[in-house]
């Protein structure tokens, strides 16, 4: 037996490196994590995280909540609790999603760790090594984490400012089965997108189901900003329309706080079984603790109202972040979202946001750049930006910065390259919106 650190087992950083189950691989830091340590150095404008106004959130309405819980039923909050969650806790979310047109019955709601927990478990009961999970391109990095960690393949659909596009989608299902792979679900983010901005039409909602129930093709609808919409509601969530063929997941990270690690899955009642299995698996139960806290939250405090308050926060941010686009990038184009926490930005063709990120930060910005929202490489000419968490002077300060970046780095391309234009014309391969419209 050789000994560890020195055998062939491993390598200088880890004596266990070729000891781990070969879905671990895709276990590896995304960009937006790799970000984070960088982005929070007080000097540094993010842009780059998804983290929620917290500070828009009184204190006393939480405080009062979990004061009311441990005097009530403290015993119940600390103890272990049932699988799918507590009972009352599920009818209330039922309330929440009455908003965006779904009716349900508790039963079928299974309360998780965040919809991060949600997406996981989804993903252990449907996907084998070599299935294919269908999405957006671009889609929700840490959800494509989850299926390549189950060794899936994430094959992407193309988006226009209406959504993923339905023609699209129907030729992928159709080169996919030509090439006889398995289809396990169509992976959606059908309002207010994460990383994209744009929100799915309603009719594009019915013609993606009648698509998918065609295809026999399971639809994960996930929906963390739908009820974070700025002036004009998105139109409810295709669960409202189809129950048997949707998975839908919810979350109170957006509207109330992510550290309650309080999500949900609604889903047809067999798989909602299954579910069940899989969260006591994993987990046991879901915190008893945070639950009563939302549930008494949600009994006592005037819940609409503060998600009517985000709202606000959210909407002066994304016209602060627009404003600043027009008028120090007029020459790019962005996407408007009605909703949501981030902006989408095309970049010339020229440029890769991935090396010019240290540029960025070096600037003292933060971004995403569009690959990290890719399975397959693309993204080169894209940004995300997230407006959720600066103020608005940030986020001013940080697209002045960006700009100067950005127009440094075509100005050393056009030294080098000749390129002839410091703004290039875009091809049109791109999805991007017309100048927006912020008022
Ligand atoms: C599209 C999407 N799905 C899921 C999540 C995870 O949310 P939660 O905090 O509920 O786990 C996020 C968080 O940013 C998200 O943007």
Redesign the pocket.
Known sequence: MTAIGTSQAGNNLDPWYHHYAERAAALRASEVRALFAVASRPEVVSLAG?MPYVAALPQDLVINAMDSVMRKQGPVALQYGSGQGVPLFREQILEVMALEGIRAHADDVVVTT????A?ELVSKLFLDPGDVVIAEGPS?V??MVIFKSYQADVDHVPMDEHGMIPEALREHIARLKAAGRKIKFLYT?PSFH?PAGVTLSWARRLEILEIAKANQILVLE?N?YGLLYFDQKAPDAMRSIERDGVVYLG?F?KTLA?GFRV?WALAPHAIREKLVLANEAAVLSPSSFSQLVISEYLSTADWKGQINTFRGVYRERKNAMLSALMEYLPELTWTNPNGGFYVWLNLPDTLDSKAMLPRAVKELVAYTPGTAFFADGQGRQNIRLSFCYPTPDHIRLGIRRLATVIRDELELLDTFAGTGSLFPAHDGRRFGAPPPDIN
């Not at 965040?114 to 927990?117: D, K, N, P």
């Open positions: 998804g965040g919809s991060q927990h997406l929700y840490t959800a983010i994460n996930d963390p979350t990270s992510p999500g």
